[in-house]
């Protein structure tokens, strides 16, 4: 049941476990899908949930044709799986059984929850085995992990996940993160602090199955010819509107900008669970002719809307390594963010845009002021040494070779085993 790869490798066969596909601000996971497949690999997409969310992308469309939804028939399509697995292999199910009750003892998620999770195993049990998948791969450290954990207790594929960030590092013990690793395969980190992080809950003996693969971009978002970075005062803010994000700080920025009549347009691509208060901030300070909200657009609109900007603003406090930053540099557009997690790894102070001190309103004035000052010709510069730098580290093909290589190789033996 394997797979030959584009370089003559054989690889197993291999599925995807997503809680949530397709999803709009998870394009960087379908993209190595695909990648994968341009490799000669058979993907098979597997889900918790997402058959019938509104998704504005013609690709997510197609996407979602092609994934099995595990909760599609809602609980009670879990019940037979379920029997089944205690009928068949009793002994199994109770291993998987204690393990789900023991990873609840520290979750902040009641222990019914965990045992909906064994459920899920169960029905992609029946799935794997039908289709001969040979490992399963989940991305986000949380729910969906935990699910492929429990499966491979049931005497399933083994597994692996990558871990994003930010959300796995600020509570790693309530998601039961030192045991997902311990029992996988390998872990892949999307940069070194995401490793370092990973290093943190795992014994040494198990580091040798940490791995760093860059999300990545495919060459067609950033083919042909482009304009470079536009002289005019708007900047633009790609991501959800919640906390981590720090657009309630952007919008202080902004405030602080006017006051000092330095014009300022600011566009914040996106939706979230923060939208009203983030309004109401605008309407406040008087900023509803300087900021607009788009709410969710497509990938194209979020191409355009870069595009039509000068530079790329993202404050955050909190992440893993956006790939909105990668897309900016890619389409040469100078950044502006935080050394916060990975993102000093690819973006450099006065080199591809400029950083601050996460949380800093008097840094992050300054750095915007620089770079609505700078001139159009230092903007092509930054853009130009943006865009080189993204295209070496982050080719989603250069990384799902990797990938691939991972899925192939045996699992590593802990040291002192």
Not at 113 to 136: K, T
Not at 369 to 380: G, M, T, V
Request: aromatic share 6%.
């Amino acid at each position: 049941m394997s797979e030959h790869t584009a370089d003559g490798t054989t690889t197993r066969r291999v599925a995807y476990l997503i809680n949530q596909y397709p999803k709009v601000s998870h394009t960087f996971i379908r993209r190595e899908i695909l990648a994968l497949e341009r490799r000669g690999l058979a993907i098979t997409r597997f889900a918790i949930r997402g058959w019938s969310d509104p998704v504005v992308d013609e690709t997510d469309q197609l996407e979602r044709a092609r994934t099995r939804y595990v909760l599609r028939e809602g609980l009670v399509g879990l019940v037979r799986p379920t029997l089944q697995a205690l009928c068949t292999q009793p002994r199994r199910f109770l291993e998987a059984l204690v393990l789900a009750w023991r990873t609840s003892r520290g979750s902040d998620r009641p222990l019914l929850y965990h045992l909906v999770y064994l459920a899920e195993a169960c029905r992609l049990l029946d799935w794997c085995r039908e289709l001969g998948i040979e490992h399963l791969h989940s991305h986000f450290g949380t729910n969906s992990t935990a699910v492929a954990m429990l499966l491979r207790a049931l005497g399933g594929p083994r597994y692996s996940f990558t871990v994003h960030g930010p959300e796995e590092f600020d509570r790693p013990e309530a998601l039961s993160l030192p045991q997902k690793i311990e029992r996988s395969a390998f872990v892949v980190a999307i940069s070194s602090f995401g490793r370092s992080q990973l290093y943190r809950w795992t014994p040494a003996a198990h580091w040798a199955k940490v791995e760093v693969v860059h999300c990545g971009l495919e060459r067609d978002f950033y083919a042909g010819p482009q304009n470079g970075p536009q002289d005019v005062p708007r900047l633009v803010c790609v991501g959800r509107l919640c906390e981590q994000k720090a657009q309630h700080l952007l919008v202080r920025a902004a405030e602080r900008l006017r006051r000092d009549g330095i014009p300022c347009q600011l566009v914040l691509a996106g939706d979230g669970e923060m939208r009203g208060e983030i309004e109401a901030m605008v309407r406040a300070a008087g900023l509803e002719a300087h900021v607009r909200i788009t709410g969710w657009i497509s990938s194209a609109q979020v191409r355009d809307e870069i595009l039509a900007a000068r530079a790329l603003v993202l404050p955050s406090f909190a992440e893993g390594l956006p790939v909105v930053l990668m897309e900016a540099m890619a389409l040469r557009r100078p950044v502006v963010s935080t050394y916060v997690a990975g993102i000093p790894e690819l973006v450099r102070d006065a080199q591809e845009g400029w950083l601050c001190i996460a949380g800093d309103l008097d840094a992050l004035v300054a750095a915007l002021r620089e770079c609505l000052a700078a001139p159009a010709s230092e903007l092509s510069r930054i853009g130009e040494a943006a865009h080189r730098r993204v295209v070496e580290r982050h080719d989603i093909d250069r990384e799902a070779a990797k990938l691939a290589a991972l899925f192939a190789r045996p699992e590593p033996v802990p040291l002192g085993a």
